[in-house]
């Protein structure tokens, strides 16, 4: 609590304070309510037992943007803060229907680099909100406005801002009994008390820009706040969820992230696991908890999360206590809040959003592999400044996309190129094998794929193919590495096969693997020159679904040299896969023959 704290109020009051100046104390106000639901809520129905939920500057930056946005759209405050609230409960909702789904598995597999750029750019942005707090400048002062007029500027601002800066870098080197933030904030205000002595109009907590303000106190009137906002909240129709859906999607997105990248921390530090969709789920009805009653959303946090697990905290017990912690500090310490110095939060946001920026993310400039993911980052952060945080989510996205698809094509689908008279088994071969092995093995070539053939690949895969069909009379493909098969390289592997064809030549699969899902090539005509392995489970429906031929019984590869295929009863001649572990008679034959069974087509098998 203490340390979720102090940033849980800094959060409230930078996305209410673009609105107006007054509401700063209804920011904290919300910015402690939300600090309440989701600690009472999020631990019971989570699935990490140490994490602590609070509000998190993410959600910070995407709703003090938004209340830019709509401030300069001439919206009264009164809606805006309506609109935020309906943001967070529907983020909540779309929280709770991604954890339902299964989706918190997936959100851990977003690269890093998009994720570092996306909250590289949401540090810059609070930096940027803050600094104009900072200085002491008018409020709704945009920050170039702000750095060009240093006569608007407030040295009693600056100075409490500075020693609030300072406490919270140097005290962790002093003390670690109390959390950092405590301190500085503990130290800005003992500051700007001290400067109270020597200025009495600094001391008035009422019309006081330099100050928080009072808040309402009491649990009449905080009870009456909830029912006011519960009410509000339920004028809301369709038209307006649609308005906000694009927001709320991206809110629920980033908390997402933060909370599943928390706990990936947590199961390192404490050599345990947590459940993504069961937690996404927790954190969703807490977010839905904290709108309901007029407090700002959040997630998983970093800090108070790390701390409460080298303070002891194996149960989700400490999470829930920080909850009942925080409102029992704002139902008893209400004084004190109201005189919470702004200049203060600016500063604990200011070093937060500093922390946030991936600064190790600028070596990977200086070398060639990771010079795209820099990019990649840097694109991220830009659309994020100087477009918004919603257009840098779908960036963030295409970028991933990209990057997928880059790591798929940089590796070769082609693992080994065997040719025939190269082949090698553990059957001893006759000298009229391996003489006919080296008269007629250049007309055999084995490849060995490995990876997905997609649309990414299917261009490399076609020019490792193509220059064997005009001199090869067998091409056998061996599919035990392949992961997947789309149509795309469906249509490179039809396309080869007829080549083949047109040369009376011969493409046959082995090797198939159970877990490559959708290996359907199309249905083949009649007379079509493709072999495939029934006994292959990878295969086997397809096979069933659109062979187009039927082998009368299976040839070994020195038959099929010898023989040149067999006849089937449609009519076709076609190449015929053995699979030694279904078809037990046929190997012990093919073994007494000396000849090879496709399942010993692989490299590496000497003679023994």
């Known amino acids: 609590m203490l340390v979720a704290m102090p940033s849980a109020i800094a959060f409230g009051v930078a996305i209410f304070s673009p609105l107006t100046g007054s509401l700063s104390a209804e920011g904290a106000l919300a910015g402690i309510l939300g600090a309440t639901a989701l600690g009472l809520v999020a631990p019971i129905f989570g699935g990490s037992s140490r994490l602590i939920t609070a509000p998190c500057a993410p959600a910070a930056a995407v709703l003090s943007a938004l209340a830019v946005t709509f401030t300069q759209q001439e919206m009264a405050p009164a809606a805006i803060l309506l609109l935020l609230g309906m943001i967070g409960l529907l983020a909540g909702l779309i929280q709770i229907g991604l954890g339902l789904a299964g989706v918190g598995r997936l959100i851990k597999f977003i690269p890093y680099p998009v994720v570092s750029g996306y909250l590289s750019g949401v540090g810059l942005i609070i930096i940027g909100s803050q600094i104009p707090k900072f200085l002491g400048s008018p409020s709704g002062a945009a920050l170039l406005d702000a750095v060009k007029t240093p006569g608007a500027w407030m040295w009693q601002s600056i100075l409490v801002g500075m020693v609030t800066i300072l406490t919270m870098l140097l005290a962790p080197r002093l003390i670690r009994a109390v959390p950092a933030a405590i301190l500085a904030l503990l130290a800005g205000i003992g500051t700007y008390l001290l400067l109270g002595v ?57 908390l997402s992230i933060d909370t599943l990248k928390t706990c990936l921390v947590i199961d390192a530090m404490t050599r345990s696991s947590h459940d993504s ?283 099929l040299l010898q023989r040149g295929g067999s006849r089937s009863r449609s009519g076709g001649r076609t190449a015929s896969v053995h699979h030694p572990q279904r078809h037990g008679e046929a190997d012990s034959a093919a073994a007494q023959e000396g000849q090879l069974p496709p399942r010993h087509l692989r490299p590496g098998r000497t003679d023994r």
């Not at 009422?206 to 009137?221: D, F, I, K, R």
């Not at 391996?434 to 997609?454: M, T, W």
Request: proline fraction near 4%.
């Open 198 to 254: 020597f200025d009495p109009e600094l001391l008035k907590t009422t019309h006081n820009p330099l100050l928080v303000g009072a808040l309402a106190g009491g649990e009449g009137s905080l009870t009456e706040s909830i029912g006011k906002h519960v009410q509000a909240l339920r004028g809301f129709g369709f038209e307006t969820v649609i308005q906000v859906f694009v927001p709320a999607l991206t809110l629920a997105v980033l």
């Open 277 to 559: 969709n069961r937690e996404l789920i927790g954190q969703g009805l807490g977010n839905l908890a904290s709108a309901l009653i007029g407090g700002i959303p959040g997630a998983g946090t970093m800090g108070a999360s790390l701390i409460n697990v080298s303070s002891g905290g194996t149960t989700k017990l400490s999470g829930l206590m920080t909850g009942v912690f925080s409102l029992t500090a704002f139902l008893l310490l209400t004084p004190l809040i109201a005189w919470v110095p702004v200049a203060a939060l600016a500063a604990i946001l200011i070093v937060i959003g500093f922390r946030m920026i991936d600064t190790h993310s600028l070596a990977f400039f200086f070398s060639p592999s990771t010079r795209f993911d820099f990019f990649v980052i840097l694109s991220v952060i830009l659309v994020a400044l100087f477009g918004n945080l919603i257009a840098a989510s779908g960036v963030g996205v295409a970028l991933a996309i990209l990057l997928f698809i880059r790591e798929q094509t940089r590796s070769s689908v082609v693992r080994t190129r065997i040719e025939g008279s190269e082949l090698l088994t553990k059957h001893a071969r006759t000298p009229e094998d391996i003489e006919r092995l080296e008269k007629e093995g250049s007309g055999v070539v084995v490849f060995e794929l490995q990876g997905s053939l997609f649309f990414g690949t299917a261009n490399q895969l076609q020019t490792a193919l193509e220059p064997e069909t005009g001199q090869r009379k067998y091409v056998i493909l061996n599919m035990r590495r392949v992961q997947s098969l789309d149509v795309t390289a469906t249509h490179v592997l039809e396309q080869i096969k007829d080549r083949l064809e047109e040369k009376n030549a011969y493409l046959v699969f082995c090797d198939g693997a159970p877990h490559q899902q959708g290996f359907c090539l199309p249905p083949a005509r009649r007379g079509d020159r493709m072999a495939r392995s029934p006994g292959t489970q990878g295969t086997a429906s397809c096979t069933r679904q659109h062979r187009a031929t039927r082998p009368e019984r299976h040839v070994p590869l020195g038959r």
